[in-house]
């Protein structure tokens, strides 16, 4: 079955950065376009960034452009999400997910502050 494993998250002050994985199994990941969702205290879970098969297009939420960078490495089948210039607003549960199915992972949570 599909299995979606995030890591990466912790206690990072403002300004800092993380990188986020996600390892993937039990679908064929080169097959699909991927995404990272986070959901903040209280908030709507929202879409981050999303990333193609090959990753030759990439989207962003408008809060995180220029800051974030979603990539993928098809050899590992693994998505990463570089953060950099994280700020309190980051702090949330971040998801990967096969894009346009209902597979999460279980989350790993970024909490930026001071």
């Known amino acids: 079955q599909v299995q979606l494993v995030e890591s990466g998250g912790g206690l990072v002050q403002p300004g800092g950065s993380l990188r986020l994985s996600c390892a993937a199994s039990g679908f064929t990941f080169t097959s699909a376009a991927m995404s990272w969702y986070r959901q903040a205290p209280g908030k709507e879970r929202e879409l981050v960034a999303a990333?193609?098969?090959?990753?030759?297009?990439?989207s962003y939420a408008d809060s995180v452009k220029g800051r974030f960078t979603i990539s993928r490495d098809n050899t590992k089948n693994t998505v990463y999400l570089q953060m950099n210039s994280l700020q309190p607003d980051d702090t949330a549960v971040y998801y990967c997910?096969?894009?346009?199915?209902?597979?999460w992972g279980q989350g790993t949570r970024v909490t930026v502050s001071s």
């Open positions: 990333i193609s098969t090959l990753g030759r297009s990439r």
């Open positions: 997910r096969v894009r346009y199915t209902d597979s």
